[in-house]
């Protein structure tokens, strides 16, 4: 996942960019706020020296007030996919629904916008348009680009827009078939075109950065349109292998494959409170030896690729560089796996030295042991607790408020969850029974709201709502279900729903926004 903060504000010919065609989305969003008076507290925080006991201290001594340091900040956000959002033709995109949605954020107060992977979504496999089953870690998901932004840029006519697909869930093929080609012939005609956006097309690809990443991602797009496999461990040999002659004759391959080379072990994790056999991913294991090696080039890019893209990034599954769940390939289920060592912190020193400090949220959830936390603290990256968790053991749970840290991003429930009200519905009378004492309630109102309030007064910088939880949806408003494979990533928001509908929503998450601390020093 991915957090993009809101700034303040910008020129109004600010608007969200698609650098196009160009296999990467890069998202620049500029908050437009209306004015708000701020306080201050006085005083610049000095220290009273040569000063001994019992003599007079200096005349502005209580004005000498602590200042909280801008990086501790309370904060709070919105959990939104850009699939979700309303769109003329089956999908949101980054067009200008997306920057209503940012407006309306903004009279929320909240400072922070949080996304799932931006990366080609998953189309093979039965993935159905899974941001975790991307084609590539460095590209961006083209289905997001906005058909008129692109009619604006002079690289569609209007002419050539296609009725509008009328579909409360995401359909991704038929998305796809509709868009691809209009997307494709959009990227033709930047690539002949001349003018600024052609200035940038070919900054981009001159990039340094760009390019050490750019041309392998061409490659591999190209062939796996071209063999229609649903993984790369299918393809013959001298294209697994990158060999110089295969990759020359990518379109001319017809037949003769090799099927050798499946990877010995693939990903996946432990049973866990989403699956009683475990999950299993089926992704090829990092060879961490052989990373180390090479001082772990490949994530140093990656999260470098990512820093220049967005504010923050959550890394999921971050307990694996303790301790991986390694399961054999030809497994049916995860739960037969074994725990293998992670690479720990010499991954961070690598990536530290390289790319500098970078915004890392470590999502610690699952199975945590002791060297989890330990690695996770000792590179200073905020953990997760998660409200739907907390309430179905004792005193001790992590996931209570009363357990939640400082350095925490703090949720209702996230992409995995249900909703709050879906959550509710489907609780066991016991679990129930303590969330309404913990909450002080005797009978139920407004779950969705309550457990968006308690979230808010964490103690936790950091606090991140489902939308679908500020809409107070019931289950038809998940957005995944792990470990089953189809009907998901398609939720949007409904077609009754507009951001301008959505005053009362703004007004009360402001007010709570307020109560805690968490609006930004500008609107206080």
């Known amino acids: 996942m991915f957090l993009l903060t809101l700034s303040p504000p910008s020129p109004p ?3 969200l960019h698609h650098r196009h065609l160009s296999t990467a ?20 925080g000095k220290e009273v020296i040569g000063v001994r006991v019992g003599e007079d201290l200096p005349a502005d001594y209580a004005d000498r007030l602590p200042r909280t340091d801008p990086r501790d900040r309370r904060r709070a956000g919105i959990l939104l996919h850009p699939t979700s959002l309303r769109g003329r033709y089956g999908i949101g995109d980054l067009g200008e629904e997306a920057l209503r949605f940012v407006d309306w954020l903004s009279e929320t107060g909240c400072s922070v916008w949080q996304v799932l992977p931006l990366v ?10 899974s941001p975790y089953a991307g084609q590539d870690a460095n590209c961006g998901n083209t ?5 008129e932004e692109l009619v604006k840029d002079g690289l569609l006519t209007k002419d050539e827009l296609p009725e509008p697909i009328n579909s409360d869930r995401v359909k991704y093929a038929a998305v796809a078939e509709v868009k691809d080609p209009l997307v494709a012939k959009a990227a033709e005609r930047l690539a002949t075109s001349e003018g600024e956006l052609r200035n940038q097309l070919e900054d981009f690809r001159r990039d340094p950065m760009i390019l050490s990443w750019l041309e392998d991602a061409a490659y591999f797009a190209a062939i796996d349109s071209l063999l229609g496999t649903s993984s790369w461990f299918n393809w013959p040999d001298p294209l697994k292998n990158r060999h110089l002659s295969a990759l020359e004759q990518v379109y001319q391959i017809k037949e003769g494959f090799s099927r050798s080379g499946f990877p010995r072990l693939v990903s996946g994790v432990p049973p866990d409170a989403f699956s009683d056999t475990g999950q299993l991913w089926g992704s ?10 090479d001082r772990f080039s490949w994530w140093t890019r990656r999260l470098q690729r990512a820093q220049s893209l967005y504010d923050e990034f959550r890394i999921d599954h971050f307990r694996a560089f303790a301790g991986y769940w390694a399961v054999p390939s030809e497994a049916k289920f995860a739960m037969v796996g074994r725990w293998k060592a992670g690479p720990g912190k010499s991954l961070f020193n690598a990536i530290f030295k390289t790319a500098g400090n970078i915004n890392i949220i470590a999502e610690d959830l699952g199975i945590i042991t002791d060297d989890v936390v330990q690695l996770r603290k000792s590179i200073g990256a905020p953990g997760m607790a998660v409200l739907q968790f907390a309430f179905g053991s004792d005193a001790e749970n992590p996931h209570l408020p009363h357990n939640h840290e ?12 249900d909703t709050v009200k879906g959550w509710w519905d489907t609780l066991p009378r016991e679990e129930k029974t303590t969330v309404l004492k913990y909450l002080s309630k005797s009978e139920e109102n407004d779950r969705p709201w309550e457990l968006i309030r308690l979230a808010l007064s964490s103690v936790a910088k950091t606090t991140i709502i489902p939308l679908q939880d500020v809409l107070a949806l019931g289950s038809s408003g998940r957005m995944n279900i792990p470990g089953t494979q189809f009907g998901n990533w398609s939720w949007r928001i409904p077609a009754s729903v507009s951001f301008e509908s959505l005053e009362a929503e703004a007004d009360r998450l402001r007010d709570m926004l307020a109560m805690f601390g968490r609006l930004p020093t500008d609107q206080e």
Do not use: C
């Open 13 to 15: 010919s600010t608007r």
């Open 25 to 44: 989305t890069a998202i620049s969003v500029r908050q437009r706020q209306r004015s708000v008076p701020r306080f201050k507290n006085g005083g610049e």
């Open 120 to 129: 080609p979504p998953g189309r093979k496999g039965g993935e159905d348009g």
């Open 143 to 147: 289905l997001l680009i906005s058909l």
């Open 284 to 293: 090829p294991i990092y060879d961490w030896i052989a990373m180390e090696k």
């Open 406 to 417: 400082k350095n925490q991003v703090i949720y209702t429930g996230t992409h995995d969850n």
